[in-house]
């Protein structure tokens, strides 16, 4: 991990402990010399209960910035373009680690809401994960304004429907399994025309 830079090179001592809390030390100082690039391409982008970027996308104390970073780099990848920081993987195959990231990003609290939205119409089908997957999670974020669940309380898919709904209340946007014939709603509209 060492660099010819020794200002980064003492950043990256903070990341000694391997964990994500000392990994967003990191970046909050690298930030202060604009290092903060260099420190996202040496945390690796997936790892099991230690630090990755994966990890930081989900996590509420990370920088806002961090999470565009990583909602770029995702969406980048996931269009066809090579990744800036999470080199090193094997793509095409790797690509489900990105939308890892979206999947944490959608459900994190401290996701800005301009981004909430970009995932919360989310339609990529070229990925291996569903993206309703990705607009569910968006869904279950504790923070996803009204605005967006009025959105997701119209998706595609049931599962998102039924979570956005129930966020927004039980007497918001009822499907209706009433049906009137025709002949019924023209007997309705003479009713209420008489009425005037």
């Given at each position: 991990m060492?660099?010819?830079n020794p200002?980064l090179?003492?950043i990256?001592?903070?990341?000694?402990?391997?964990?994500?809390?000392?990994?967003?030390?990191?970046?909050?100082l690298?930030?202060?010399?604009?290092l903060?690039?260099?420190?996202?391409?040496?945390?690796?982008?997936?790892?099991?209960?230690?630090?990755?970027?994966?990890?930081?996308?989900?996590?509420?104390?990370?920088?806002?910035?961090?999470?565009?970073k990583?909602?770029?780099?995702?969406?980048?990848?996931?269009?066809?373009?090579?990744?800036?920081?999470?080199?090193?993987?094997?793509?095409?195959?790797?690509?489900?680690i990105?939308?890892?990231?979206?999947?944490?990003?959608?459900?994190?609290?401290?996701?800005?809401?301009?981004?909430?939205?970009?995932?919360?119409?989310y339609?990529n089908?070229?990925?291996?994960l569903?993206?309703?997957?990705?607009?569910?999670?968006?869904?279950?974020?504790?923070r996803?304004?009204?605005?967006i669940?009025?959105?997701?309380?119209?998706?595609?898919?049931?599962?998102?429907?039924e979570k956005?709904?129930?966020?927004?209340?039980?007497?918001?946007?009822?499907?209706?399994?009433?049906?009137l014939?025709?002949?019924?709603?023209?007997?309705?509209?003479?009713?209420?025309?008489?009425?005037?």
């Amino acid at each position: 991990m060492e660099s010819d830079n020794p200002y980064l090179n003492k950043i990256l001592k903070v990341m000694d402990d391997n964990t994500n809390e000392s990994a967003v030390q990191a970046l909050e100082l690298a930030a202060s010399f604009g290092l903060e690039d260099e420190v996202l391409k040496r945390i690796p982008p997936r790892s099991s209960g230690k630090m990755s970027l994966n990890g930081l996308a989900g996590k509420v104390y990370t920088p806002t910035e961090i999470i565009v970073k990583l909602y770029n780099e995702a969406m980048d990848v996931l269009s066809g373009k090579p990744p800036v920081y999470s080199t090193g993987l094997k793509l095409p195959s790797d690509k489900w680690i990105f939308e890892g990231y979206l999947l944490q990003i959608a459900y994190n609290k401290n996701t800005p809401k301009e981004l909430l939205m970009k995932l919360a119409k989310y339609d990529n089908v070229s990925t291996t994960l569903l993206p309703s997957s990705i607009r569910y999670h968006v869904a279950s974020n504790e923070r996803a304004p009204k605005e967006i669940l009025m959105i997701l309380a119209n998706d595609e898919d049931e599962d998102v429907r039924e979570k956005a709904r129930k966020k927004l209340g039980d007497n918001t946007m009822k499907e209706s399994r009433f049906k009137l014939s025709t002949e019924d709603i023209r007997k309705m509209i003479k009713e209420e025309l008489k009425k005037l």
